[in-house]
T-cell receptor, first 112, second 112 residues
Framework: DADVTQTPRNRITKTGKRIMLECSQT?????MYWYRQDPGLGLRLIYY???????NKGEISDGYSVSRQAQAKFSLSLESAIPNQTALYFC???????????FGPGTRLLVL | GQQLNQSPQSMFIQEGEDVSMNCTSS?????WLWYKQEPGEGPVLLIA?????ELTSNGRLTAQFGITRKDSFLNISASIPSDVGIYFCAGRKVQGAQKLVFGQGTRLTINP
């Protein structure tokens, strides 16, 4: 089984809908991250969490919210999806600094 | 947000050729990272660099932390078909910070 799993892998939704992307990990890491990747822009940090009680905004948190339900689970929500949130979303985990991050396979989201 | 300037954006080479790519910034970084991303997968860390002037190898890959701390280079020697993918640089400005700044990526295509 994969160490970091993301569900769904692909999602199409409509403008204004609320959607949730889920991430779970079996690596036992305390730190979890959500990134988005856009063509030509690399990855940008949305939110990160050091443990269940610690949530921090990243570079581009507007329009997103997160929930750390357990050490192994970190969910990303789009409260009201808009087309410019169409992107590839990655979850990552680490047991140290960001250079030790282990990335999930990604969720491809299309907002119509 | 700030991005690193990664070049070239794409490369088309023959199998067996050497590859060079670089990442530059107007700001100083104290950590440089190089990742590879394959289709349908998240980025995988190839090499981490922590000190100006540092030269580190991982098999046929060699990366260097620029003396000015504003750039980094990745070389791949004797390319093989499995080297195909997108290569990203990433930098961390402050020791202990969680945020990584990513380059736009270099897409490597190899003709057999």
């Amino acid at each position: 089984d994969a160490d970091v799993t993301q569900t769904p892998r692909n999602r199409i939704t409509k403008t204004g809908k609320r959607i949730m992307l889920e991430c779970s990990q079996t690596k036992g890491h305390d730190r979890m991250y959500w990134y988005r990747q856009d063509p030509g822009l690399g990855l940008r940090l949305i939110y990160y969490s050091f443990d269940v009680k610690d949530i921090n905004k990243g570079e581009i948190s507007d329009g997103y919210s997160v929930s750390r339900q357990a050490q192994a689970k970190f969910s990303l929500s789009l409260e009201s999806a808009i087309p410019n949130q169409t992107a590839l979303y990655f979850c990552a985990t680490s047991d140290g600094g960001p250079e030790t991050q282990y990335f999930g396979p990604g969720t491809r989201l299309l907002v119509l | 947000g700030q991005q690193l300037n990664q070049s070239p954006q794409s490369m088309f080479i023959q199998e067996g050729e050497d590859v060079s790519m670089n990442c530059t910034s107007s700001s100083i970084f104290n950590t440089w990272l190089w990742y590879k991303q394959e289709p349908g997968e998240g980025p995988v860390l190839l090499i981490a660099l922590y000190k100006a002037g540092e030269l580190t190898s991982n098999g046929r890959l060699t990366a260097q932390f620029g003396i000015t701390r504003k750039d980094s280079f990745l070389n791949i020697s004797a390319s093989i078909p499995s080297d195909v993918g997108i290569y990203f640089c990433a930098g961390r400005k402050v020791q202990g910070a969680q945020k990584l700044v990513f380059g736009q990526g270099t897409r490597l295509t190899i003709n057999p």
